[in-house]
T-cell receptor, first 115, second 112 residues
Framework: NAGVMQNPRHLVRRRGQEARLRCSPMKGHSHVYWYRQLPEEGLKFMVYLQKENIIDESGMPKERFSAEFPKEGPSILRIQQVVRGDSAAYFC?????????????FGSGTRLTVV | AQTVTQSQPEMSVQEAETVTLSCTYDTSESDYYLFWYKQPPSRQMILVIRQEAYKQQNATENRFSVNFQKAAKSFSLKISDSQLGDAAMYFCAKTGANNLFFGTGTRLTVIP
């Protein structure tokens, strides 16, 4: 079991470009969560998805950010027209059930740097 | 609003000694779960220990144990016989509706 796979591990984008972050959940996990970690801070929830559905996007900025989890393939977090404030580590987590009671399995994160 | 507070940005401990990391939280729920995660320099988030709020017994995982005080909304982590590999950021977290609320973390240094 390869665990939760995120790529790329590091991503550098110029201001105004698009960033696409990918997350492949653990085998058998159909629930995916995205979190953002700003420097020297804890993780902040962004969005919760199941296959082909966004369940909770209450933590997602209203503009420029979008997420999907298609029937086939990884979950994608997309940031359009990146700005310096988007620089952060973005973590994906997955779980086999809807409940978060057992915690998640996290990926190693993607560090986005906007220059 | 649900908040998780870690009031110790940094802590240090001598190798083989014991250290306690503090965490408090705010909630109106009676049933929830609490976690401690470890984040080493590799950035991987590793689940250390989990506590169910309806259980009075404190969770224990080898050298890691918690002191859960539900009325005080306190959830501290005790690391016994500290090892060099314990050096990391430690985050306290609490379940929300569909997500976890995290504290800002405590950086633990282990002194040889």
């Amino acid at each position: 079991n390869a665990g939760v796979m995120q790529n790329p591990r590091h991503l550098v984008r110029r201001r105004g470009q698009e960033a696409r972050l990918r997350c492949s959940p653990m085998k058998g996990h159909s629930h995916v969560y995205w979190y953002r970690q700003l420097p020297e801070e804890g993780l902040k929830f962004m969005v919760y998805l199941q296959k082909e559905n966004i369940i909770d996007e209450s933590g997602m900025p209203k503009e420029r950010f979008s997420a999907e989890f298609p029937k086939e393939g990884p979950s994608i977090l997309r940031i359009q027209q990146v700005v310096r404030g988007d620089s952060a580590a973005y973590f994906c987590a997955s779980s086999p059930l809807a409940e978060v009671d057992y915690g998640y399995t996290f990926g190693s994160g993607t560090r986005l740097t906007v220059v | 609003a649900q908040t998780v507070t870690q009031s110790q940005p940094e802590m240090s401990v001598q190798e083989a000694e014991t250290v306690t990391l503090s965490c408090t939280y705010d909630t109106s729920e009676s049933d929830y779960y609490l976690f401690w995660y470890k984040q080493p320099p590799s950035r991987q988030m590793i689940l250390v220990i989990r506590q169910e709020a309806y259980k009075q017994q404190n969770a224990t995982e080898n050298r890691f144990s918690v002191n859960f005080q539900k009325a005080a909304k306190s959830f501290s982590l005790k690391i016994s016989d500290s090892q060099l590999g314990d050096a990391a950021m430690y985050f306290c977290a609490k379940t929300g509706a569909n997500n976890l609320f995290f504290g800002t973390g405590t950086r633990l240094t282990v002194i040889p």
